[in-house]
């Protein structure tokens, strides 16, 4: 059990970087696209896909758009927009 939560965390990771790559090439679709399927992943995986994506993908991507002052919040599908606003809340940023 313990390999398979490393991988899920890996393979958000990875996830995460295929989407900040698209953004900084400007393939804003194909960055729309993993959007979406995170946020598909989000609402329908399992606790430890959710918890992946939310503390691995949704904290790595939204990080990254921080710190390069990119505005793309409204790329971000509601489910995970609202995420990432409750982890800046709880932050207290």
Do not use: D, W
């Amino acid at each position: 059990m313990k390999n398979q939560v490393t991988s899920i965390y890996k393979q958000a990771e990875r996830f995460a970087e295929i989407t900040k790559k698209s953004i900084i090439s400007g393939n804003i679709v194909r960055a729309k696209k993993c959007l979406a399927l995170a946020e598909r992943l989000f609402i329908s995986g399992s606790i430890e896909t959710k918890n992946a994506i939310s503390n691995v993908y949704i904290f790595s991507v939204s990080s990254f758009m921080e710190m390069r002052h990119c505005n793309i919040s409204h790329l971000f599908p509601q489910t995970l927009k609202a995420e990432y606003i409750k982890q800046v809340n709880t932050s207290g940023v």
